[in-house]
């Protein structure tokens, strides 16, 4: 291998990897189709052992695709089959070849096939298809709305139902369809923006120019798009809706009466001082609810209302504010026009032949500024602080995010700006799975990649360029990068104490305090290496309850485990963890801190840390009495390699000095010694600075005296 090879280790192609796959995943026989475009098209996944796998298109026609198209419960039309990973390889194993169905079959296991192992084939031919529908050309219908008469346009080309461009659309195309459906045309409303939602279809048609007097849409000028023309399209463009109003019998409204002032609107219900609740207007002296309702209509009636600030506004259909509220209408719509002039209703074009009828009174919203940060991001309405509505800061007001074309990168990155789930793919929910909230939808169409820091930097369409059902308002949970029986205690003043809490299911959570003991702490706290001795379980919630879910009950330790994961223990489902979580208390501990051995000259106390954490497959961890034997060794070797040092260093000493005596008797004999040469010494008080030891004095004083008596002689 060298650093400039291009491959290692060498390899004609790229290296290759492998992906490996627990069972459980899937119904064994089910079937779907993945990453389609559109509804009813994608590649085919097959449940084979329990785990999800495509089919190889080698053999792959409209035959095996009927069948696919039958299990799958749709219509018994020609599909269309796609070859060579239309719709992508996937992550699954390709698990089965050479499909080969008569076209009766009900199921694809009574289709002959070859099996994984049994055949060879490349990721990029992998079987896709696309399913039609019962629908004949021209056939147009309503769909995402709360009533028969109201929604989103699809027309049926091709025996797939499609969407219309809202460029162009006016209040005369929408007459035209509210005609061929069978309603009235007096009374019409269109809507554009996607006002009732964008399903995932082919947009068949664009830039309608109806007179309004055409009996079928089909009779207008307009633009056709093919299907893969209408499906890349999808993502760019909002669809037209329309509202039409028949009433079974025509009620007429009321002369009139002396209870209000003509034009006038007003706000009902608990928090109208607040800028929501049901709206009211004032015809011909008589207060009226409203049973339709557009955006910009909804919008002249803020500003009407004194709420000029911001352009937001937000209709609720569902009776929240009030649901006694009556349901009928002294008239049956406003329409506005398309500029943002108007300051009041009353300048606007009225429909009143007719009262109307609906399921709930209308009400909205207006918004003032909410003091916060420009692409501040928020979680609300979830179980846990992990999870919720996704809501942003835009324009000082807070307001959530559009389900359409959210996904999990443009998660990741809410996650990441919260600080949450740094290292772990989110779960997302596109259908208000955590409620709409009371805030206009601001954003739609996210575009994050995953490296942004803030949504403010991912591309993105802002209010007023869409239109979004209120059911379909984005949530996450954010996942923990943490491994399954870790634990870890939070909320103490200290690294030995706190509330405990055990990663499961890539969350963070905590243990409820049923059945927990000193015994159950004194494992937690020797996991973290403190002592098992001596620890204090809490059962109060002492070092407060986190806002997580809660993943374990009935703990019972013997006292001898390793770590918490290997008690018994009932596990519970996160699900259940988080409607847990309101009515329990939860466990903590307080350890003792480590001590030393008596014989022991020095320890090292674990390093102080707001939060410690160990892993239950650590290699680490301590078995019986290894934490103190550890140390013990170490410290026992450093005395040891003192007392060698000490020892060295006498002996060196002792060599020195002798040495130092037998030259100190070679100059006495060598040159005569007076008495006055061997008085010691003074200076300045100190005498014999350098001290010998007893022994080696006495042998000086021996030899003094002998030099002493040679020189008398002489």
């Not at 929501?276 to 002296?285: I, M």
């Not at 909804?298 to 929240?320: E, N």
């Amino acid at each position: 291998y060298k650093p400039e090879d291009d491959c290692f280790p060498k390899c004609k192609g790229s290296n290759i990897g492998v992906r490996c796959f627990d069972p459980g995943q899937c119904e064994e026989g089910s079937i779907r189709l993945a990453d389609g475009i559109i509804e009813q098209e994608g590649r085919l996944e097959v449940c084979v052992n329990e785990v999800w796998g495509s089919v190889c298109d080698e053999g792959w026609d409209k035959t095996d695709a009927h069948v696919i198209c039958q299990q799958l419960g749709y219509s018994d039309l020609e599909p269309i089959a796609f070859y060579n990973s239309y719709f992508g390889d996937g992550i699954y194993p390709i698990v089965y070849s050479k499909v080969k169905c008569g076209g009766w079959e009900l199921d694809i296991a009574d289709c002959q096939v070859d099996t994984f192992l049994d055949f060879s084939c490349s990721r990029g031919n992998v079987a896709g298809l696309l399913c039609g529908y019962d629908c004949e050309n021209g056939d147009i219908r309503l769909v995402g709305g709360n009533l028969t008469n109201e929604g989103t346009i699809e027309v049926c080309f091709d025996n797939l139902w499609g969407l219309i461009d809202e460029t162009g659309w006016t209040s005369k195309d929408a007459e035209v369809v509210c005609r061929q459906l069978g309603y009235a045309v007096e009374g019409t409303v269109s809507h554009i923006g996607s006002f009732f939602g964008k399903p995932d279809k082919t947009v068949h048609l664009s830039n309608i120019q109806c007179m309004g007097d055409e009996e079928n849409i089909n009779e207008c000028t307009k633009t056709v798009f093919s299907l893969e023309e209408g499906k890349n399209k999808l993502k760019t463009v909002q669809v037209a809706g329309v509202e039409c109003y028949v009433p079974n019998e025509c009620m007429p409204p009321p002369a009139g009466g002396s209870d209000c002032v003509n034009g006038n609107l007003r706000l009902t219900g608990v928090n109208a001082n607040n800028g929501e609740g049901v709206l009211e207007y004032c015809y011909k002296g008589l207060w009226s609810t409203f049973c339709s309702l557009s955006g910009k209509e909804a919008l002249v009636a803020c500003r009407q209302l004194g709420y000029m600030d911001f352009d937001l506004v937000s209709i609720f259909t569902d009776g929240r504010f009030d649901p006694d509220a009556s349901n009928t209408s002294l008239f049956q719509n406003f329409s506005c026009s398309i500029d943002d002039t108007h300051l009041s209703l009353s300048e606007c074009s009225i429909a009143d032949s007719c009262q109307s009828s609906c399921s709930n009174a209308f009400g909205i919203r207006c918004y003032e500024s909410a003091n916060c940060e420009e692409g501040a991001v928020r979680l609300k309405d979830g179980k846990i602080g992990q999870e919720g509505r996704i809501e942003v800061c835009s324009n000082n007001v807070w307001g959530s995010i559009c389900g359409d074309g959210f996904d999990k990168t443009d998660a990741y990155v809410v996650c990441k700006e919260l600080g949450l789930g740094l290292q772990s793919e989110p779960t997302v929910y596109t259908n208000s799975f955590f409620g709409d909230g009371d805030v206009p939808i601001v954003y739609s169409n996210m575009g994050c990649r995953g490296y942004e820091a803030s949504v403010l930097e991912c591309t993105k369409e802002r209010i007023g360029t869409f239109s979004c059902s209120r059911d379909n308002t984005a949530g996450v949970i954010c996942q923990d990068a943490c491994e399954d029986g870790v634990v870890r205690l939070v909320g103490g003043s200290q690294n030995r104490e706190g509330t405990v809490e055990i990663c499961y299911f890539n969350l963070w959570g905590t243990v409820s305090v049923s059945g927990w003991d000193d015994i159950d702490a004194g494992v937690v706290c020797y996991t973290l290496d403190f002592e098992r001795e001596g620890a204090i379980a809490f059962t109060d919630s002492r070092y407060g309850k986190p806002d997580k879910t809660v993943h374990l009950s009935n703990v019972e330790c013997g006292g001898s485990e390793y770590v918490l994961d290997q008690c018994d223990k009932l596990i519970i489902p996160a699900d259940e963890g988080k409607e847990l979580y309101k009515h329990i208390d939860v466990a903590g501990v307080s350890c003792k801190p480590y001590e030393p051995p008596m014989n022991s000259t020095s320890f090292v106390q674990p390093s102080s840390s707001p939060v410690m954490q160990v892993s239950s497959t650590s290699t680490t961890s301590n078995t019986s009495g290894g934490f103190i034997n550890e140390n013990t060794a170490v410290i026992s070797l450093v005395l040891g390699v003192l007392l060698l040092i000490a020892v060295l260093i006498i002996i060196s000493m002792t060599i020195c000095m002798f040495f130092r005596g037998r030259k100190m008797n070679k100059n006495i004999r060598g040159q005569g010694v007076t008495m006055s040469s061997l008085q010691p010494r003074h200076n300045r008080g100190v005498i014999n600075p350098v001290s010998f030891d007893d022994e080696y004095e006495d042998m000086q004083d021996n030899e003094y005296d002998s030099v002493k008596n040679k020189t008398l002689v002489q």
